[in-house]
Nanobody, 119 residues
């Protein structure tokens, strides 16, 4: 079983910055693609950014140039640096990790961290 735990959310004014972290633990043989997703009230969960084990990244158009995803493979930890935050970035942010465990593949989610951007 693989667990993901997010941290770093909070309340920030528009134009400010936050850094989210996602730490994975458990019986991990290889962590492959990791990603950040978000869900605003009454909206569907949407992709924010993904990063492969080799560092290839993909971003939603709405966050390009403002957010940066990164990871530390040795620590099975992923980060999301969020700059120039806007009120529309307000959402619960979830991390996702896919890979190979000791005995099986996994596709795990964290419980989410709230990000609130005030205008």
């Amino acid at each position: 079983q693989v667990q993901l735990v997010e941290s770093g959310g909070g309340l920030v004014q528009a134009g400010g910055s936050l850094r989210l972290s996602c730490a994975a633990s458990g019986r991990i043989f290889s962590m492959n693609t990791m990603g950040w997703y978000r869900q605003a009230p009454e909206k569907q969960r949407e992709l924010v950014a993904t990063i492969t084990r080799t560092g290839s990244t993909n971003y939603a158009d709405s966050v390009k140039g403002r957010f940066t995803i990164s990871r530390d493979n040795a620590k099975n930890t992923m980060y999301l640096q969020m700059n120039s935050l806007k009120p529309e970035d307000t959402a619960v942010y979830f991390c996702n990790g896919r890979g190979v465990g000791v005995t099986t593949f996994f596709d795990s989610w964290g419980q989410g961290t709230q990000v609130t951007v005030s205008s």
